[in-house]
């Protein structure tokens, strides 16, 4: 459990933040973690990521699972799809949770026919809310 929530938080953080320094070598160490084994179960390609976390999201299926495996791998997405924006409030740091959760409440409608182009949306959207601020592990 505890592992999860660390997991969770470096995520939120990571998504929310710039990277100017604000990351500790443990939760550049997890992130990367994480980056890797979803490149390898989605097979995806860095290129791929590298560029949509400057905003050009590519239509492209490994991608969108990509992002659904960050999410469910931190525990912040259920296997359906479903986010749980409670978790969210309740985990994230008091500097970041005012501007954090309005791009999620803003974001709450965007949907997929699948889970992997649900959390494509969300992610999408995220960083149409909060372009300066967004990260993707």
Known sequence: MLLE??????????????????????????MNQVHSQCISETGTSEDLV???TTGDFADDDNLK????????TLTVMDDEGN???????V?????MKDT???????????????????AFAMTKC???????????P
């Open 83 to 89: 986010f749980d924006v409670g978790v969210l409030e």
């Open 5 to 30: 929530v660390c997991r969770f938080s470096v995520f939120l953080i990571a998504l929310f933040a710039t990277v100017n320094g604000r990351f500790t070598e443990e939760e550049k160490q997890l």
């Open 50 to 52: 590298t560029k949509a």
């Open 126 to 136: 995220l960083y149409k809310e909060a372009p300066s601020d967004f990260f993707l």
């Open 91 to 95: 985990m994230l740091p008091a500097d």
């Open 100 to 118: 954090v959760m309005k791009a999620m409440n803003a974001c709450t409608g965007v949907g997929g026919a699948t889970p992997c182009e649900k």
């Open 65 to 72: 699972c990509y992002v659904k495996c960050i999410w469910s």
